[in-house]
């Protein structure tokens, strides 16, 4: 949101009141100090009288993060719903009250507060320094003209574009430093520049929307902040200020954390131990999924065809997906499968996992009014309901269709139950579609403030649906399929990208919005293969196999057309083939990768800086990324079949071609459909498994470890961990003069070791 008319003016309208010092600290404890910071600099009695002044508190629960909480005056009576943190409250950071200073500090991270003087705050990570609050920077700013046009935009699921009042916080920004983050984000994976609005929207992939909006970012610089608000917080990335990063959130109050690190990796694990973890996703997921497609014709009879067209062609598939249309129409959600199209759903269903199949279904929190549930729901309070006290209904996507109010505990216990049913029956996984156009004029059961459920509201549904299916399944034994999100949704994995078209800019766009959810605490991503809009061309469909299949999780879906290979052309049946068997082929790897992200809150697909924090080309790269620590993968965006990739410095094995290249320079492949850039990283080790067709295989016995071109006077290490994320089996690597030798846990299972040098 911006507020600035060039750099002396502000925008017609409003009052911005920029505190000019720290007039006295009002109290301070074991955890935390509280100044009072004024408007204005105070040099008399008379200039005491009015305000306004803030209430800034500096605290911290856990190393390395400090919380800036800033209060005009409370917000009596506002319910806000509340982001689940994980709050240490055991930790006591080190606070000392100076005369001119006052310093807390967290860890290796502290923060200045420079008392009875100009206005200025400044954050350090050791010796380095991280930011700064200086000059007009923390603002209480009031809208003149709130409410002159009515306030309310009539699109329920909108943003309220007014407000009487906001708080701004502004933080420097150092030369060519690059901001990263938001959520999923499909503009330039660079967020200098841009105005990035906390607002979820059901907007594809191609604007500036996102279905999952999180009011965190990092930068290159080793830091990083989460506003800790589900309201629609306004950033401004170097775009109100251009040296500063701003953000902006409507009211009396506002709190953020500040997180200091060595590097990104650093604030990416002290911000998912703040807000959640992905917890590990049973290792059946991680094989490819298939579709029936949205609005195409579908029964029975299809999905055997295509199950059957899989296993003809000899490609291991291991999820089928129900969309909508396992429903009836116009009934969506009543949970009952459509009995034209599949008679004796229960006995179809142990069909299909007589075949080795998980099967999925779609949901999403909606109910028709010609759902067989409406009349329950309505009568038993579990909807949401206007302010006349009668039912919130539209007729924008069902028929009178109603919204699951999960304010509720007894409509969670409900809905859960209807998906328990659905898992009773035989289905493994649920796809939660929607939960992006939330009412802001409606009222909730519990009194929340509606505008801050807006965001809000797709965490508690999918706690819903992941709390049912682990209920069912055990813990670390879930999965769902999400599409919308929020701060901490990543405790609910997997989640996808949403509406794609067929199309290479579409998969481009699609792979920055996965880089950036990954850079904001996710640690699975997905997307549709060969696109969800239009049909694509055969080059388009087997380039994005080929991304898909290097992806943490891995779905073919369209809209109106089937997503089958031999739909397309012969050859995408062996591209799809050979991916889906190359990736079962690096389960005991991609498993290690996904430990990671569930012990450190690390993403399976990684932005280049997260590997490379020092390599500056890495900063900006959003075209290819390392698909977890030890292999940078550079998915095909071009029918000419080049592409250009980054190799840091290094010795880079392509484990495809087996061709090996020297980093530190720009490196051109011309690519048949058979082949995408996936290269090694030296001195790393990678397990290669003895796949068949199950993803949940033995990740030890008759696997190969490879070591990649390890440098004399080096070691590398290769974990394999079991279905539970135990260790179980190390191998340890080291070259000593030139001569590479090997140790690992006793086992007696098979294995084989393949010392690589090119």
């Known amino acids: 949101m911006k507020f600035a008319d060039g750099c002396w003016l502000t925008q017609k309208d409003y009052e911005v009141h920029n505190m000019s010092g720290a007039y006295e600290v009002l109290s301070h404890d074991a955890h935390s100090i509280t100044i009072l910071a004024a408007g204005s600099r105070i040099y008399n009695r008379g200039m005491t009288l009015g305000g306004p002044v803030l209430k800034i508190t500096y605290s911290s629960f856990a190393e390395n993060i400090i919380g800036v909480k800033i209060v005009h005056y409370p917000d009596d009576g506002v319910k806000r719903p509340e982001f689940e943190l994980e709050r240490d409250k055991g930790y006591i950071p080190e606070i000392t009250i100076g005369d001119d200073t006052a310093v807390l500090v967290s ?180 094989g490819l999924w298939l579709s029936t497609s949205f609005t195409t014709d579908y029964s029975e009879e299809t999905v055997n065809s295509f199950i059957d067209g899989m296993e003809k062609r000899g490609i291991p598939l291991q999820v089928f997906h129900f969309d909508c249309f396992w429903m009836r129409e116009f009934r969506w959600c009543d949970f009952e499968w459509d009995r034209r199209q599949f008679p004796d759903p229960a006995a179809m269903l142990k069909r299909l996992r007589d075949r080795g199949l998980s099967v999925c279904v779609w949901i999403n929190p909606y109910i028709s009014e010609l759902s067989t549930l409406s009349d329950e729901a309505s009568r038993e309070g579990y909807l949401l309901k206007n302010r006349n006290g009668g039912i919130f209904r539209t007729d924008f996507w069902q028929p009178g269709m109603a919204i699951v109010d999960f304010t509720n505990p007894a409509a969670r216990d409900w809905f859960k139950h209807k998906i328990t049913e659905l898992l009773n029956m035989g289905v493994t996984n649920i796809k939660t579609d929607f939960g992006e156009r939330i009412p802001t004029d409606v009222v909730y059961y519990d009194g929340s403030d509606p505008e801050l459920m807006h965001n809000m509201y797709t965490y508690l549904y999918n706690k819903t649906v992941y709390e049912a299916l682990t209920d069912f399944y055990g813990k670390d034994k879930a999965c769902l399929f999400a599409r919308s999100a929020t701060a901490g949704s990543q405790r609910f994995p997997v989640h996808w990208g949403g509406d794609c078209t067929a199309e290479y800019s579409s998969m481009a766009e699609t792979l920055r919005g996965g880089l950036s959810l990954g850079l904001s605490g996710f640690g699975y991503f997905s997307h549709d293969i060969g696109g969800f809009e239009a049909t694509a061309s055969p080059d388009v469909y087997k380039r994005w196999a080929a991304f898909g299949l290097m992806s943490s999780h891995s779905r073919l879906h369209g809209s109106t057309s089937y997503r089958v290979p031999w739909l397309f052309d012969e050859e995408s049946v062996d591209v799809l083939r050979f991916f889906t068997c190359l990736k079962g082929k690096l389960m005991p790897y991609i498993w290690s990768q996904a430990v990671a ?25 959003d075209t290819q990324y390392m698909f977890g620590d030890s292999l940078l993968a550079a998915p095909v965006f071009d029918e000419s079949g080049e592409v250009d990739v980054w190799l840091p410095e290094g010795r880079w094995h392509d484990v495809i071609t087996g061709k090996a290249y020297d980093g530190g320079h720009y490196e051109r492949f011309v690519c048949t459909h058979m082949e995408m850039p996936l290269l090694a990283r030296d001195g790393r080790i ?66 084989g070791v393949e010392v690589i040098f090119d």
């Open 686 to 751: 990678i397990a290669w498994g003895n796949f068949e067709r199950n993803f949940d295989y033995d990740y030890l016995d008759g696997t190969v470890f490879c070591v990649y071109n390890l440098p004399e006077g080096k070691t590398a290490e290769a974990r394999i961990y079991d279905g539970e994320g135990r260790e179980y089996f190390v191998l340890t690597a080291k070259n000593e003069g030139g001569v590479v030798t090997w140790t690992s846990t006793p086992t007696d299972k098979r294995f």
């Open 597 to 621: 992200a569930a012990r450190e809150g690390l993403p399976v697909m990684r932005a280049m800086l997260l590997e490379f924090p020092e390599d500056r080309v890495c900063r900006t790269i």
């Open 107 to 286: 860890g290796k991270t502290r923060v200045e507060i420079k008392l009875h003087s100009d206005w200025q705050i400044d954050y350090f990570y050791g010796d380095r320094k991280l930011t700064s609050s200086r000059g007009r920077t923390t603002s209480y700013i009031v809208n003149d003209r709130h409410g002159a046009d009515g306030g309310f935009n009539p699109r329920f699921f909108e943003a309220i574009p007014e407000h009487p009042s906001y708080l701004r916080e502004q933080l420097s920004l150092g030369v060519g430093e690059c901001v990263y983050g938001f959520g999923e984000k499909f503009t330039h994976f660079v967020k200098n520049g841009q105005t990035v609005d906390m607002w979820n929207s059901d907007g594809g992939t191609s604007s500036y929307q996102s279905y999952k909006c999180v009011p965190f970012f990092l930068t290159s610089g080793g830091w990083g902040v989460f506003v800790n608000s589900s309201g629609n917080v306004s950033f401004e990335a170097g775009s109100d200020v251009v040296s500063k990063i701003s953000f902006t959130l409507p009211g009396e109050e506002m709190e953020y954390f500040l997180i200091g690190g060595e590097e990104p990796k650093d604030v990416l694990r002290s911000y998912t131990s703040l807000t959640g973890r992905a917890p590990l996703v049973p290792r059946y997921t991680f």
